[in-house]
């Protein structure tokens, strides 16, 4: 039987060989099933950017009830936690150069007193930098919580704020009083959004090493000639290497997605249809990338660093790590050409928002687009350097 | 077998494992021009800071008042209001495509609460997706709206601030991203050079037969794994001054502590991770299985659980754990201390003591694994 001018039954027998091949070996079917599964619950823990329990020294020379209660309103919100107490004020640096406490908190003299009197007492925030991201979040929160405690001790804001500031809920306080919402994912953690991500990444990881091994390991046996000398054509030989890893990767499509909703309580709110038809875009594009590079790998070694060389800046530019908007421009452009950047943002609406492709059409459309186009090439590229 | 270790032998191991590497050029690219790339890009890319957040106003109040507080979000530098919006309904298809971050919506009687010295609610709708920038978003505009309350007149007496928060950052003042990923990415670096390089040397033997004949000389096993560690710790070598050179020339990543130490420390880790990867390579004994162990053994924990990115004491208490047997965790500390706080051996004992234990065992595994096959 043919159809589009291959023919099945030797499809079919190509595909079976490649089969065995992979699954001879009992590891590589645990590192190919059961890797993804491990990486995702690893990772999906690691990767958070939330920051919780930042450890704080505190210095606290008032010794008052209000210095006590501003260090309670740090710890409070669990932001802070407070890791050791200082004697004197070499303490802090100390603690800060061991990295024993990231944050360093301060309390004057007279702290109370100031504040009774309605003047402006000051608290001294020292915050270790080397990470920044936590450096700014912690600052932030720091800055907020004792600005608020300021004002609700203060006895010239409570005259300032009279009677008419009572029983609204909120700061209390006179002014703009800002309410936030956070939709899609109302306690805003970092895991709920990342998970999709790491998904997006062992896919492109899992596609890419299938294919490329599955090619170079042929050649550098000296097999890939036997099966050039056989009566398959190259489309065959193409599509029947290639089709044993689309099932690959949509079973581990089908496993991630399961723990990634069982087990870290991803919401999946938009359809599997949708999710389906995307990755299938996706994972044809990681094929074609598998294939141009072992077209130009002759040993595993050398396959395995291009994918490398791809892999990495591919990850880094899809956003999943850090928003493609917050990159310089130019960087923003260049991660247009990236099949990850497209995955990642379909899969995050797909996951989060319930997006269908409605909404999605573009995203599919440039990974459908881009990954036709790779094989293409790859198909093209592979027939010459074979034949 | 001979039993003592002959310097002769041990230098034509490290002759033949050099000329491989240079007769593969994409080995050779990997290790010097990836680093190099590796350093440019993340140190441009990774950015944590949160600028020009797109945002949408649905201001129903349409006062004075109203339109002041939404020139303090434009002007604030962090906020681009890209919509003006007129009803409700126009608010859930932004945030679906992700036209914009944030919505704030000012109800109607916003001017007159204010004028009240009352709390005046005003709504911020937010993709909370992101959350990291999201809560980043949040901070912002809580700032803000604090400093417009702070100046608008309440009742002819403006809302004072009655605790000065005087806040310094050490060690990296401006809070560059940059700063903080230079460091660490010479461990990443390392861990990932290392074991992809290395992990395929002995399973490639292993796949072409030469390993019979590697054991039919008489070679012995420590001449072996040292003789193959060689060409790679020079390369590492290289990497670590170039890592350095390119972070202080393109980042002004500042180095305040001793290069020596960072050598020694540099060269520790780099043992461990090249006997780690000599030991997948060895028990894997197939390329393709190689190279996934790598990835998964040493890759992946190198770039998300030693710190590199991820802040570990934010993760839950098994992870970090976990995060105490991944070696890159050390190195990261280390590099941290002595590029950004200038710090010495009187503090970062625990991570040298740390990168030692890790190099013994990893050369120890590697020559254990060995053992086996070779005899």
């Known amino acids: 039987v043919t159809v589009l001018g291959l023919d099945l039954g030797r499809l079919v027998q190509l595909v079976r060989k490649e089969a065995r091949q992979t699954f001879r070996d ?18 999906g823990y690691a990767v958070t950017t939330d920051v919780k329990d930042a450890a704080m020294i505190v210095y606290d020379r008032d010794h008052t009830t209000e210095s006590r209660e501003l260090v309670q309103a740090l710890t409070a919100g669990g932001y802070f936690r407070v890791a050791s107490l200082a004697a004197k004020a070499e303490d802090l640096a100390d603690a ?10 301060e309390i004057p003299r007279g702290f109370q007193g100031h504040l009774a009197a309605g003047g402006r007492a000051s608290v001294q925030l020292l915050i270790d930098g080397t990470t920044s991201n936590t450096a700014t979040v912690a600052q ?18 409570a005259q300032t704020a009279g009677t008419g500031a009572q029983g609204h809920g909120g700061t209390g306080l006179p002014g703009v009083d800002l309410r936030v919402r956070a939709w899609y994912n109302p306690n ?41 000398v056989s009566p398959l054509t190259p489309g065959e030989l193409i599509v029947g290497k290639t089709l044993p ?32 038809l995307t990755s299938l875009a996706y994972i044809v594009c990681g094929l074609g990338i598998g294939l141009l590079i072992s ?82 090439f790859a198909a093209r590229r592979f027939h010459k350097t074979t034949a | 077998m001979t039993a003592r270790l002959s310097a002769g032998r041990l230098w034509a191991m490290a002759r033949k494992e050099w000329l491989h590497i240079r007769r593969d050029s994409r080995s050779l690219a990997m290790a010097f021009a990836v680093p190099a790339a590796m350093v440019v890009l993340f140190g441009y890319v990774i950015t944590f800071d949160v600028r020009d957040i797109r945002m949408a106003v649905l201001d129903q109040s349409n006062t004075t008042q109203s339109r002041d507080l939404v020139d303090a979000f434009r002007s604030s530098g962090y906020f681009r209001v890209a919509r003006q919006l007129t009803s409700d309904d126009q608010i859930s298809p932004l945030l679906v495509r992700g036209t914009v971050r944030l919505v704030l919506v000012i109800p109607p009687d916003f001017a007159r609460h204010l004028a009240a010295a009352e709390p005046a609610p005003v709504q911020a709708l937010l993709d909370g997706g992101d959350a990291n920038t999201a809560s980043i978003a949040i901070n912002y505009a809580q700032a803000i709206v604090t400093s417009y309350s702070a100046t608008a007149v309440l009742k002819g007496v403006p809302l004072p601030v009655p605790i000065a928060v005087d806040s310094r950052v050490w060690y990296n003042e401006d809070l560059k991203s940059s700063s903080m990923i230079v460091p660490g990415l010479m461990a990443a670096i390392m861990m990932i050079l290392s074991a992809l390089l290395t992990s395929l040397t002995i399973a490639r033997e ?22 193959k560690l060689l060409p790679y710790l020079g390369i590492g070598a290289v990497d670590i001054v170039l890592v350095a050179v390119v972070g202080g020339v393109v980042f002004a990543v500042p180095f305040r502590g001793s290069p020596a130490l960072l050598m020694v420390t540099g060269m520790l880790f780099l043992v461990g991770a090249q006997g780690l990867g000599m030991f ?38 098994v992870l970090q754990v976990i995060s105490l047997v991944v070696p890159a965790r050390y190195f990261i500390a280390a590099t941290r201390g002595i590029f950004l706080k200038g710090v010495g051996l009187e503090v970062l004992w625990g991570q040298a003591l740390g990168m030692l234990v890790f190099a013994l065992a990893g050369l120890g595994l590697a020559v254990h694994a060995f053992r086996k096959e070779i005899v």
């Open chain 1, 26 to 43: 009992p590891r590589a079917l645990r590192v190919i099933f059961m890797a993804p599964i491990l990486q995702l619950v690893i990772f």
């Open chain 1, 96 to 105: 800060l150069d061991h990295g024993r406490a990231i944050v360093a908190l």
């Open chain 1, 140 to 157: 932030a929160y720091a800055s907020q919580i004792i600005l608020r405690f300021g004002q609700q001790h203060s006895p010239l804001v």
């Open chain 1, 188 to 228: 805003l953690e970092s895991r709920v959004y990342n998970v999709p991500g790491v998904v997006c990444n062992l896919m492109m990881l899992m596609a890419l090493l299938l294919t490329t091994l599955a090619v170079v390991r042929e050649r550098e046996l000296g097999t890939l000639e036997q099966l050039m």
């Open chain 1, 245 to 276: 890893v689309v099932g690959i990767a949509l079973v581990d499509l089908a496993l991630i997605t399961t723990v990634a909703t069982l087990w870290f309580a991803i919401p999946l709110r938009g359809t599997l249809a949708t999710l389906g």
């Open chain 1, 295 to 376: 077209t130009v790998s002759s040993t595993t070694q050398e396959a395995f660093m291009t994918m490398f060389m791809f892999f990495l800046p591919a990850m880094i530019f899809s956003g999943f790590f850090f928003p493609v908007e917050n990159m310089p421009v130019f960087f923003q452009y260049l991660t247009l050409l990236d099949p990850v950047r497209y995955y990642v943002e379909a899969v995050r609406a797909i996951f989060l928002k319930g997006a269908g492709l409605a909404v999605l059409w573009p995203d599919v459309l440039v990974l459908t687009l881009m990954g036709g186009g790779i094989l293409w």
């Open chain 2, 206 to 227: 292993w796949e072409r037969g030469t390993m019979e004949q590697l054991a039919a000389t008489p070679v012995h096993r420590l001449e072996v794994i040292l003789g």
């Open chain 2, 280 to 317: 997948i390579s060895a028990s894997a004994k197939s390329q393709f299985l190689a190279t996934q162990l790598a990835m998964i053994v040493t890759f992946l924990p190198a770039m998300l659980l030693s710190g590199l990115m991820f802040d570990i004491s934010s993760m839950p208490k």
